[in-house]
């Protein structure tokens, strides 16, 4: 049974103008906060939604809200648009962006291996979506939301948002392993954009921290990229999304976002890597929000929350 929370059964009600002809059935999951277009377009596939009693079939199959009745594994699903929710979480090593536990079995009992992004959460923010995720032994920055159009803003990668990575790797790293760090590597039979890398600032005895920033974010691609020149990755970090950078809050402690930190989520940074002279970038108003979806005068907030089981690394 899917954990989100579903409104309850709406009470039929006139289509709003322009809605008389119907809404994209993907559009109406998205905007009811359950999940990106692209996560509701595999909800619709998968034969988990229903328009009135029978299964949809495709992800654009149109519907009228308010006169056709929508159901995600048999719960109601409301066409009006929810009020919008972000926030930004310093996820630690060793958690996962999941909502079900990693298990593994032995001969003599079945043990819980990792623990959750959401078990550090409140209970009003466990029907967020990761907007983009990291590995169990990658830290920094995650953003949850309820608005599915940003989630798709973030993850897809048309959009090109960069985000940022520090990359800590022991010993030196020369020039030329540094240019081919860079270069395109093949993932699923797909060539990736190249990577911007550069040496970071900040120094660590014995070790060489870098700044990796990409475009796209495939599958687990940094890793990759080290491992074909057989470099051990110490550390990973993601540190900033677009114009926004990792807020400072203590691992497993999460912020509520204003909208002009949202906003700065799908801008292009201020200062960028010297590779990326020349690349286009996306500028401010790409995602189209303003204050009358996420007015500024929302209270911000920071919370720390304890974790339980304090990771390595």
Same mark, same amino acid.
């Given at each position: 049974?899917? =954990?989100?929370?579903?409104?309850?059964?709406?009470?039929?009600?006139? +289509? =709003?103008?322009?809605?008389?002809?119907?809404?994209?059935?993907?559009?109406?999951?998205?905007?009811?906060?359950?999940?990106?277009?692209?996560?509701?377009?595999?909800?619709?596939?998968?034969?988990? !939604?229903?328009?009135?009693?029978?299964?949809?079939? !495709?992800?654009?199959?149109?519907?009228?809200?308010?006169?056709?009745?929508?159901?995600?594994?048999?719960?109601?699903?409301?066409?009006?648009?929810?009020?919008?929710?972000?926030?930004?979480?310093?996820?630690?090593?060793?958690?996962?962006?999941?909502?079900?536990?990693?298990? =593994?079995?032995?001969?003599?009992? @079945?043990?819980?291996?990792?623990?959750?992004?959401?078990?550090?959460?409140?209970?009003? #923010?466990?029907?967020? $979506?990761?907007?983009?995720?990291?590995?169990?032994?990658?830290?920094?920055?995650?953003?949850?939301?309820?608005?599915?159009?940003?989630? $798709?803003?973030?993850?897809? +990668?048309?959009?090109?948002?960069?985000?940022?990575?520090?990359?800590? !790797?022991?010993?030196?790293?020369?020039?030329?392993?540094?240019?081919?760090?860079?270069?395109?590597?093949?993932?699923?039979?797909?060539?990736? $954009?190249?990577?911007?890398?550069?040496?970071?600032? *900040?120094?660590?005895?014995?070790?060489?921290?870098?700044?990796?920033?990409?475009?796209?974010?495939?599958?687990?691609?940094?890793?990759?990229? #080290?491992?074909?020149?057989?470099?051990?990755?110490?550390?990973?970090?993601? @540190?900033?999304?677009?114009?926004?950078?990792?807020?400072?809050?203590?691992?497993?402690?999460?912020?509520?976002?204003?909208?002009?930190?949202?906003?700065?989520?799908?801008?292009?940074?201020?200062?960028?890597?010297?590779?990326? =002279?020349?690349?286009?970038?996306?500028?401010?108003?790409?995602?189209?929000?303003?204050?009358?979806?996420?007015?500024?005068?929302?209270?911000? *907030?920071?919370?720390?929350?304890?974790?339980?089981?304090?990771?390595?690394?």
């Amino acid at each position: 049974m899917n =954990k989100h929370k579903l409104s309850s059964n709406p009470a039929p009600e006139h +289509p =709003k103008d322009g809605e008389a002809e119907g809404v994209r059935l993907q559009l109406i999951l998205a905007r009811s906060g359950l999940a990106s277009r692209r996560a509701a377009a595999d909800m619709i596939l998968s034969g988990r !939604v229903t328009v009135n009693g029978r299964p949809a079939k !495709v992800p654009g199959q149109r519907v009228v809200p308010g006169a056709d009745i929508i159901e995600l594994d048999g719960n109601p699903v409301s066409g009006s648009p929810i009020e919008k929710l972000t926030i930004a979480y310093n996820k630690p090593r060793g958690q996962i962006c999941s909502r079900n536990a990693t298990r =593994k079995k032995s001969y003599t009992h @079945v043990y819980e291996t990792s623990e959750l992004i959401y078990d550090h959460l409140p209970k009003e #923010f466990q029907h967020l $979506q990761t907007a983009g995720r990291l590995d169990k032994d990658s830290e920094g920055l995650i953003i949850l939301t309820n608005d599915g159009e940003l989630a $798709q803003q973030l993850t897809h +990668p048309r959009f090109e948002h960069r985000k940022e990575y520090e990359v800590a !790797v022991r010993g030196h790293v020369d020039p030329e392993t540094l240019k081919r760090l860079g270069r395109p590597i093949v993932i699923n039979g797909r060539k990736t $954009q190249p990577a911007d890398i550069r040496l970071a600032p *900040r120094k660590q005895s014995g070790q060489t921290v870098m700044r990796v920033a990409l475009h796209e974010g495939r599958n687990r691609q940094i890793r990759r990229i #080290f491992a074909r020149e057989k470099i051990r990755i110490l550390r990973l970090k993601r @540190v900033r999304i677009g114009a926004f950078s990792l807020p400072r809050l203590e691992p497993g402690s999460y912020k509520e976002l204003t909208a002009k930190e949202i906003n700065a989520l799908t801008d292009a940074p201020a200062e960028s890597l010297s590779s990326d =002279k020349g690349r286009k970038t996306r500028t401010k108003g790409k995602h189209g929000m303003d204050s009358g979806r996420y007015p500024e005068l929302r209270t911000q *907030r920071e919370n720390t929350l304890p974790s339980r089981n304090k990771p390595q690394g």
